[in-house]
């Protein structure tokens, strides 16, 4: 059914592709940006959770960036999605399933979600300022890890604890001991591998001037998307309260 169904969308699709390819004369300005020149054919095909749409990039209309269309079991028509359904699709995207497919876990307004399948009911597992993502099945699928200011938390399943898994920290390293008797070899390798790196270094930095128009063109078709995310509705944060030299605490009434 899913070959059928895909192989539907390419024949309503592929008219749109066909009148809009040219013919011009293949340049390595053209290989290097985006790849317009070649059609418009939809990409990155996905189902909906429940199984009833198709979702897809495309660009009929030959705009900086893709956006996501999608087409039902009823209607063949490709649909440009709305904002709240790109929002809302760009999370289903994100979903991972445990062995059994019988969950799922994905993030959300940089907070982590659990939703047991046969029940539909999801848990929200943090609720933080802080960004939480990349959220994965560990420990023989019993907890959920993910990724908090660089470390790694585990939350589990049965009994809703939270540990911490990891406790890394920023900051200087602390300088290497040399190995003693070796001075010399260890001084010559290190200025050698120094050498090395500029050479590499002079090597970018004339490679990126080379094509400085290609990246520019693709500098400002990312900054258009960012002002795009921004432009979505946002989550409601939580105030923040100054305490200044103050501390936190719990009083009680006698």
């Known amino acids: 059914m899913l070959r059928s169904f895909i192989a539907i969308l390419l024949l309503i699709i592929s008219p749109f592709v ?30 909906s959770n429940e199984g009833t749409s198709l979702y897809f990039n495309w660009n009929p209309e030959k705009a900086p960036a893709d956006s996501l269309y999608y087409i039902t079991l009823n209607n063949r028509l490709p649909v440009k999605a709305s904002p709240a359904q ?24 940089a907070d982590i979600f659990y939703t047991d399948v046969k029940t539909g009911k999801t848990k929200r597992i943090t609720q933080t300022t802080d960004v939480e993502s990349n959220p994965q099945f ?6 959920i890890v993910y990724n908090r200011n660089q470390n790694l938390y585990a939350w589990d399943i049965a009994g809703g604890e939270t540990m911490q898994l990891t406790n890394l920290k920023t900051g200087d390293a602390v300088p290497a001991t040399p190995i003693q ?25 004339n490679d990126q001037l080379q094509y400085f128009e290609v990246l520019r063109s693709r500098k400002e078709k990312r900054e258009k998307g960012e002002a795009y995310n921004r432009s979505l509705p946002k989550p409601k944060e939580t105030r923040s309260i100054n305490i200044e030299d103050k501390s936190a605490g719990t009083c009680s009434k006698s």
Request: charged share 20%.
């Open 18 to 47: 066909f009148s809009q390819q040219k013919l011009d004369k293949l340049t390595v300005e053209k290989i290097m940006r985006d790849p317009v020149w070649m059609g418009t054919s939809p990409s990155n095909l996905q189902w």
């Open 86 to 109: 790109t929002q809302s699709f760009n999370t289903t995207g994100n979903f991972i399933y445990n062995g059994l497919r019988t969950a799922y876990v994905y993030s959300k307004d």
């Open 138 to 143: 560990s420990f023989n699928e019993t907890k």
């Open 181 to 205: 008797g070796r001075g010399g070899n260890n001084a010559g390798r290190a200025n050698r591998e120094i050498s090395n790196q500029n050479q590499q270094e002079d090597w970018l930095k």
